[in-house]
């Protein structure tokens, strides 16, 4: 139904920020729920961010919060990820994804299904 193409991931020294989009095509964002995850090397994925279908309630996972923040703009049908003081821990593949609508935001990411092809972060240290 949607198709979700992530951008803005690439090589950044640990403290930089880097922005990270999700555009979609075929639906509207404001239809979906939408979450942020990543798997890094030898690890499983795990949650990162998520929104609700206004971007007015958002959830984060303990360890981002006041680091990294989701943002969308329904207008131009994309969700955003700013991420700021970047550690070597947050090297990993990024992904976006849009699920079911919800009430709020949802961490769990067997409840989104869609999902991007992911984006590379590097952090070097």
């Known amino acids: ?12 020294q640990a ?10 095509s075929g639906r509207t964002l404001s239809m979906y729920n939408m979450g942020w995850f990543r ?11 998520a929104d ?8 984060y996972a303990d360890s981002l919060k006041g680091r990294f923040a989701i943002s969308r703009d329904n207008a131009k049908n994309t969700v955003y990820l700013q991420m700021n003081s970047l550690k070597p821990e947050d090297t990993a593949v990024y992904y976006c994804a849009a699920g079911r609508l919800r009430v709020g935001p949802v961490r769990e990411s067997f409840e989104y299904g869609y999902w991007g092809q992911g984006t590379q972060v590097t952090v070097s240290s």
Request: a neutral charge.
């Open 1 to 12: 139904q949607v198709q979700l193409v992530e951008s803005g991931g690439g090589l950044v």
């Open 15 to 24: 403290g930089g920020s880097l922005r990270l989009s999700c555009a979609a």
């Open 39 to 49: 798997q890094a090397p030898g690890k499983e994925r795990e949650f990162v961010a």
């Open 52 to 59: 609700n279908w206004s971007g007015t309630r958002t959830d």
